[in-house]
């Protein structure tokens, strides 16, 4: 997530396009409700655009604190911009953040015109340009843009924001609206940890170990891999239906997973030997351990890291305490980090927009493949309750993909 000052100023931007022109604001409240009946505009012939946001003032689960807020954005003026999301995903992190478990937490503020503070729910996603502030240099009607950080509110059909707290997609050709709009969190966070915690040679030789290998991020480590020469042992969570864990199996190998595991493989008898073999008795060394899972599986997967290589944690999915042979630090001097992919975008953004560029080109060849997804389609008319539940059911596990808000163009 991006730290609140990140979230403040984008906020700040927005209150103030809308506060500067609070007069015609309240005024032409009225007159877009003859916009409501019948045939819907989003924006009326006053330039003012109607728009929905899912809203929430106090933490909890999502379905108990989340609320649809409509309201009107006043036209685009100075360097801001007025957008209509295209895709916006449903992360993990977002529902912990909606729950209050999330370190970065947002500002809650009557913005929008809501009763009491509260503060728009969804970190990633897409955006097409609708109109621009005559002070605005970068952008024109029709470019696509994702947000330069986290903590910026992506769940709403419409918003307003400072041109500044953009990034372009420069060729959007070739790309469709998911595709850009899962690729700031997920393929970001793996293209990072893998090529900043270990020097690699390229040479095909070398390998990396990563458990949850089924998640957004792992499916894009996996990729990142294959694409690198980077060999990957994937260990993923055994399913009761074996045929439906082949086929996950099948999956993973597909986009280029050199072995596929399970959890239970993972820790059984023999795993040891067929990883000698597999790395050629350790010649071919385990330079980086990805750690989405915790508990258990985490000390497990780092005991068959190479002396020196790093296990990088990025999730905690068991919600189990990370526990770590003392054996691993003081003989095989592995290297125990975190990533936190906020941070690195706040800290880097021109590095942002070189991995963005990378991935969306790999993308755009044929060489990174969109994740599952169980799309929610999110139009004027759609309730509330539609909207919670698809977030709702984010953190269940065992899902045939990650949930995404996909909106309707009107
Ligand atoms: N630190 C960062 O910068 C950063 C960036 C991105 C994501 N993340 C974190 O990475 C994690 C994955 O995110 P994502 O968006 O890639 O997730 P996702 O696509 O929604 O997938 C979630 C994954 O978690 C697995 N999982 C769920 N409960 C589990 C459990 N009890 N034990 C083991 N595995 C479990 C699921 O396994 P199945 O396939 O078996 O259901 C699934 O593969 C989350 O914790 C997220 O917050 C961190």
Redesign the pocket.
């Known amino acids: 997530m991006a730290s609140s000052s990140c979230f403040q100023s984008s906020f700040r931007t927005s209150l103030r396009t809308i506060i500067t022109q609070s007069r015609p604001l309240c005024l032409h409240s009225q007159r877009l409700s003859r916009y409501a009946v019948g045939s819907r505009r989003t924006i009326s012939s006053y330039g003012y655009t109607q728009a929905k946001a899912l809203v929430y003032s106090k933490y909890g689960e999502p379905q108990d604190v989340l609320s649809l807020h409509r309201h009107s954005i006043s036209p685009a003026a100075g360097t801001s911009v007025v957008l209509r999301t295209l895709v916006a995903p449903i992360?993990?992190?977002d529902v912990?953040q909606i729950q209050g478990v999330y370190p970065a937490k947002p500002e809650m503020t009557i913005a929008l015109g809501t009763s009491e503070p509260s503060a728009v729910a969804g970190n990633e996603g897409v955006a097409e340009v609708i109109s621009t502030g005559s002070g605005v240099k970068d952008l024109k009607r029709g470019d696509w843009v994702i947000m330069k950080s986290t903590g910026m509110g992506t769940w709403r059909t419409h918003m307003a924001v400072d041109e500044s707290q953009l990034l372009k997609i420069d060729n959007k050709e070739g790309l469709t609206p998911l595709q850009v709009g899962t690729v700031s969190?997920?393929p970001c966070?793996a293209y990072r940890m893998l090529l900043d915690f270990a020097q690699w040679g390229f040479r095909g030789d070398e390998w990396f170990i990563q458990?949850?290998?089924?998640?957004?991020?792992?499916r894009a480590a996996i990729q990142l891999a294959r694409e690198w020469g980077i060999k990957s042992i994937n260990v993923?969570?055994g399913r009761e239906n074996k045929e439906e864990e082949q086929k996950l199996r099948q999956d993973l190998l597909d986009l280029g997973a050199t072995k596929v595991i399970t959890?239970e493989e993972l820790t059984g008898r023999g795993i040891k030997d067929q990883i000698k073999e597999w790395t050629q008795g350790g010649r071919e060394p385990i330079k980086v351990g990805l750690n989405?899972?915790g508990g258990k599986?985490a000390t497990a997967l780092a005991k068959f890291l190479s002396p020196g290589a790093a296990l990088v944690t990025?999730?905690?999915?068991?919600?189990q305490p990370l526990l770590l042979p003392a054996s691993l630090l003081i003989f095989k001097d592995i290297r125990f980090n975190?990533?936190?992919?906020?941070k690195?975008s706040d800290r880097h953004p021109d590095q942002k927009k070189q991995t963005v560029d990378d991935v969306l080109r790999l993308t755009r060849e044929g060489k990174f493949k969109d994740?599952p997804v169980q799309e929610c389609r999110w139009g004027w008319k759609t309730e509330v309750d539609t909207l919670s539940k698809a977030v709702q059911g984010?953190?269940g596990?065992?899902?045939p993909g990650?949930g995404v808000f996909v909106f309707d163009e009107a």
Not at 211 to 218: D, K, Q
Not at 338 to 342: A, D, K, M
């Open positions: 992360n993990p992190a912990n969190v997920n966070t458990n949850g290998a089924n998640s957004g991020v792992g993923i969570r959890e989405c899972v599986n990025y999730g905690a999915m068991s919600k975190g990533f936190w992919v906020s690195w994740i984010t953190l596990g065992f899902r990650k």
